[in-house]
């Protein structure tokens, strides 16, 4: 007399299992560390809660009452996109990606998101960062902008922090407005100088700016 053999079969550890295969067999060619790093957390920790919600969110993607675990490779693929939407891959994901496992790059910690970047361009990441997703706050003064930036991002492989091209930055504008001005400033009185005769511009112009301010200012008393 045969005896028969009854199997039964969880759909939750297929679910987890196909999502293994297809990370092992096809993602980790192509993706990045922390991506990799991530699916792997985020498949072994899966609640079955979660995990029936994948299944759930397949069915309804697909408008089907019911589902057959088939294990294809489309079926795998089908089930990582609805993984990598989960918040739970998505924490996981900029978790690593903090931690340097996705290269060089700006990590936004209000939004969660995070930009590579090439080597020595942190700080032009972050003002494209800015200007585009944080107009308001980029055309805000100068202390909104600087407290934004050192509470909302993270430089991820960088070298220096945020607040030393803060400071180099603006230590950079300050003299490049004062260099400007000044030589509009030496234009202007040039100018009224040579208008009154009281010097040729060529005699002007081979004067430094302190010495062309006084005859200004001499002029001036003079006039006045």
């Known amino acids: 007399m045969e005896e028969l053999l009854h199997f039964k079969v969880d759909p939750l550890f297929i679910i987890k299992t196909m999502l293994q295969i297809h990370v092992e067999n096809v993602l980790e060619n192509w993706l990045s560390e922390a991506e990799i790093y991530a699916l792997y957390a985020c498949i072994r920790d899966l609640t079955d809660e979660e995990t029936e919600e994948l299944g759930h969110e397949y069915g309804r993607i ?7 675990l088939s294990g294809t490779i ?3 693929e089908a089930f990582y996109k609805i993984l990598i939407e989960t918040d739970r891959y998505k924490t996981l994901l900029f978790e690593n990606q903090c931690q340097g496992h996705a290269g060089l790059g700006v990590a936004d910690t209000l939004t969660k998101k995070f930009y590579p970047c090439a080597f020595a361009g942190h700080w032009q990441t972050l003002i494209g960062i800015v200007k585009s997703s944080y107009l308001d706050i980029y055309s805000s003064d100068t202390a909104e902008l600087d407290a934004f930036i050192l509470q909302n991002f993270v430089f991820v492989g960088g070298k220096e922090k945020p607040d030393f091209y803060l400071q180099e930055d ?15 400033d030496m234009q202007m009185m040039i100018d009224s100088l040579e208008k009154v005769e009281y010097a040729t511009r060529e005699e002007l112009e081979n004067e430094q700016f302190p010495e062309i301010r006084a005859m200004y200012y001499q002029m001036r008393s003079e006039i006045d």
């Open 170 to 184: 603006r230590s950079h504008a300050r003299t490049l407005y004062l260099t400007v001005s000044k030589e509009k």
């Open 62 to 68: 697909n408008n089907l009452d019911s589902i057959s």
């Open 74 to 76: 489309e079926q795998r």
